[in-house]
């Protein structure tokens, strides 16, 4: 069973309140970290994950406001006094590296390692990374300025093998991976050997997608169908729709429907205003249009 | 009784730990609040302490390592979004300038007062900052790159008038402000009273040095003599001093000796290193140089 956790460093809004931080998270797919966005004190958060510094792989900045990212140069820099000499990749709508760049070049100038931006159009989605066992996609979302939300989503897992059958039909080793994936057998007999015969299913893929920020729209629904996790923001309750809709965020209601609408497992809402004193108000909100929903908290780990 | 109260939002070093944050303090004198540094998490930390955003006069910056000076950008824009209206001047070495510009010029468009640089050279003493009752002075220091303290001092107090007496003596009170200035009184028969039956003295006026970062010297002690209260950084213990004189910082001793060669009232030290788990090896440390030192620590307030 992949591992595929959820870390959340923080769910707060622009405005940090005692009790929520600007946005940032970590995926952990079997030991790969994949930080998604980096607000100001995510490096601090970080620490009290007990996660390794140097196990963080790409970074996936959603848009280019203050919360989601005023934390990276810090991170960048405590990453180089810690001796990392892995590069690493940020991927981020494209003015990010003209921002950093002089900050990097002040700041980090004996860095240990390589800092590559890598840019993504927030209009159109696109996989923007891949390796062995997991895809990356953008979500274009709906918000003030250019913003992207992502679709992490592993590959098809395998098919597990019965080694009993295998054992029992005499199967050559240069047939498993074709097997594993789904093939049928021809026995040294000429016997057709019907594929679930040989295995059971493979373990379903994992898929975690971060919507953020955005105002309520359905155009992103047959990006997010199915998803076992959806981060969605609420950062006002229904209460506040006006102010929700004039700066482009969502209610919970909204992100409640967006889940109902998208069919999706669970939904976690989060990117809380600053206002509310108790979040449970929009956990009730969201509840009202989808069951299976969790609230946001920092230092919350999420298995999916 | 003058308000002059320190606040510790931060004391740790370049790493942050689970105990420390980056360095960042307050000194509230009557109200008007000055911030000294700004590391990662100063806007967050600014939140503990019920102080008010619009109460933040200048800033001052000592030098430009990252732990000194990244929670800027963030608490710029939070004082922003708070409708912040007053202008606010930062006082830094040159180069914050040409690297905070192109952050405000795109995250903070929309911001609604004005953010000023003044630069100084940290290599002299001069006077930055003054107002009707406080000044700025810089201190150079000896570190890596180039860096200053800040002497902050309360102008002479007035003497405090015996109300008695002035009605005793018939004082017009045209005459008043100078004889709080410690003038003597000519009565209309020609009778010199002199100033101590006419006033006690003035309340002594208060200091405080912030003295990091910095190797251990003697070339700032002239200005820092008999201050009320020094802040000198105490990266590391006596065990690291071939680390420390490498790093240009200080031992907590060498701060203890310090503060003993200054004729300092109370010493605060801090800029703890990650190393350190407990820090009251540092505290043992100065005391084996100075009898009152205090160990700094997060959201802790000292009244001076």
Partial sequence: MGQFDLHILGC?????????LPSAQILNVRGKLFLID?????????????LNYNKIFDIFISHLH???????????????????????????????EMIMRPQLDFFCKELPYEVRFISFNPGV????????????????LKHRIPSA?????????ERHVLKDMLDFYKVPIREIPGIKKGNDFMTADGELVSNNRLTTPA????????????????SFLPLIKGVDLLFHEATFSEEEKERSASTLHSTAAQAGRIARLAGVKR?????????????????????????NVLLADENMMIEI
């Fill in 125 to 140: 989605s696109e996989m923007i990374y891949e390796d062995r066992s997991l895809e990356v996609h953008t979500i274009p």
């Fill in 38 to 50: 980096c607000g100001e004190g995510t490096q601090l958060q970080f620490r009290h994950t007990k």
């Fill in 66 to 96: 203050g919360d989601h990212c005023f934390g990276l140069i810090g991170l960048i820099s405590t990453m180089g006094m810690l001796g990392r000499h892995a590069g690493i990749t940020i991927h981020a709508p494209k003015e990010l």
């Fill in 267 to 291: 939904l976690l809402i989060g990117h809380f205003s600053a206002r509310y004193m108790n979040d449970n108000i929009l956990l009730k909100e969201a509840r009202s249009e989808f069951d």
């Fill in 203 to 218: 373990t379903p893929s994992k898929s975690y997608a971060y919507c953020s920020d955005t105002a309520y729209t359905e």
């Fill in 149 to 157: 939300g992502f679709l992490f989503s592993e590959k098809p897992n």
């Fill in 12 to 20: 707060g809004s622009a405005l940090p309140t005692r009790r929520h």
